[in-house]
């Protein structure tokens, strides 16, 4: 018997009784997701989940959880590399908890970013609303074709569902300038 691992809530309950596995014999998760940083809970939101899971070699999340933006007086700042050529790339879905480091090709493997997916050539730093709820975990595998394939990733990605210009789950964004900066 195989389990389909890859829609609904089905893929949420696979991610946790399975530790991130998804179809027998594909990829299994590299990592664990981080615990919550201060001023953050974690919460249930399953269809939030299950928009930030991606099956292997689409990227997404391999597993995660929910975690929610509590205290105004505990920031939690994100930060996001994005291709500058790309209309409305630049408060996109993806971010991570860490301030990124170079060089393109080093992020791009520890993230599994296809090139086609991103030039990576810019760096913004924003602030998560209060209330916002963003999905957290370890990266899916990324089949890159004819470019090279990313494996799962150990590091944690965070998700922002930032819909549209009028619906941003940041703010008091600031443009960090090139990726990587110039030395």
Not at 35 to 63: R, T
Not at 84 to 95: E, T, Y
Request: a positive charge.
């Amino acid at each position: 018997m195989s389990l389909n691992c890859r829609h609904g809530l089905l893929a949420f309950a696979c991610a946790l009784l399975l530790g991130c596995a998804s179809t027998p014999g594909s990829d299994r998760c590299a990592g664990q997701t981080q615990p919550p940083m201060p001023g953050m809970s974690a919460v249930d939101n399953p269809a939030l989940l299950n928009s930030a899971l991606g099956q292997p070699g689409k990227g997404g999340l391999c597993a995660g959880q929910v975690r929610r933006q509590d205290a105004a007086d505990q920031t939690v700042t994100v930060y996001r590399v994005y291709d500058s050529g790309k209309a409305n790339s630049r408060l996109g879905r993806w971010w991570s908890f860490s301030a990124p480091q170079g060089p393109v090709a080093a992020y791009r493997a520890a993230n599994a970013i296809c090139p086609s997916w991103s030039q990576l050539n810019r760096v913004v730093r924003c602030q998560l609303k209060v209330g916002a709820q963003v999905a957290v975990g370890p990266g899916q595998s990324a089949d890159c074709a004819p470019d090279p394939n990313y494996p799962p990733s150990p590091v944690n990605q965070v998700y922002v569902p930032n819909a549209s210009p009028d619906s941003l789950l940041v703010e008091r964004c600031e443009d960090l300038g090139d990726f990587p900066p110039a030395s």
